[in-house]
């Protein structure tokens, strides 16, 4: 390199440096925006829920003793079709998350999305959810067969036990079949230290076993 073209590439060479920087502030700037408004969403749908709760929450006994309100009838989840299914949590993994209707970006992105057209929590068939491995599902890397899966809906809680989990393609979507019995599976992507689009599904398979009517 002659001395006429080192002073040209010093000069290159800082430009790079503040274009690099530039640009790992504004993916940091990004990350940290993105966190802020699931925070402050996931803050917001808790309250929203907890409005649900009390408004469907029978009544109260009457107190000339003629005996308990009449239980509330069966039907779709209340604000299923607004958006807000409930609170999903498993407790040794320290993990609870609000859940939403739909699996597009937007609601990943802020949410566990429940899939459309699988059955809602509670009811017998496969109610199914999907999250980000590398947000609110990345705690699933730990789950363990045996594991305690709460989901809090307007209409109660759900109680599931873990009984399996195991990896498939994205292509298998045989994870999402109805089912005869009340299952639930949560799906993410594996592997989950994966730089970039994981190639892998996560699928951790539950079982209802009781129900808690509030």
């Known amino acids: ?20 920087l530039a640009v790992a502030v504004g993916a940091l700037s ?29 009544a109260a006994a009457p107190v000339d ?13 209340p604000g299923a079709a607004r958006g807000v299914i409930g609170r999903l949590e498993l407790p040794r993994l320290r993990l609870s998350v609000m859940t939403r209707e ?24 496969n109610a199914a959810f999907a999250g980000h491995r590398d947000t609110f599902f990345r705690k699933l890397r730990d789950v363990k067969r045996g594991d305690d899966i709460l989901i809090t809906t307007a ?27 009340a299952v639930l599976t ?9 730089i970039g689009p994981a190639p892998e599904r996560f699928i951790v398979r539950a079982e209802l076993v009781t129900l808690d009517a509030d």
């Open 30 to 58: 990004w990350v940290a925006r993105t966190h802020f408004a699931a925070a402050r969403d996931q803050a917001n749908w808790a309250q929203e829920f907890e409005s649900q709760v009390s408004r469907s929450a029978p």
């Open 155 to 181: 209409r109660g809680r759900h109680h599931y036990v873990v009984r399996e989990t195991r990896v498939v393609q994205p292509t298998d979507v045989s994870v999402l079949e109805p089912t005869g019995a």
């Open 186 to 194: 949560l799906v993410t992507c594996y592997p989950f230290n994966y």
């Open 102 to 125: 739909g699996t597009d970006a937007a609601t990943l992105r802020r949410a566990v999305g429940h899939i459309p057209r699988t059955a809602l929590p509670g009811e017998p068939g």
């Open 65 to 77: 003793g003629t005996g308990p309100a009449p239980a509330p009838k069966p039907g779709p989840q």
């Open 1 to 20: 390199m002659t001395t006429a073209s080192q002073p040209r590439a010093a000069v290159w060479l800082r430009w790079m440096e503040v274009v690099l």
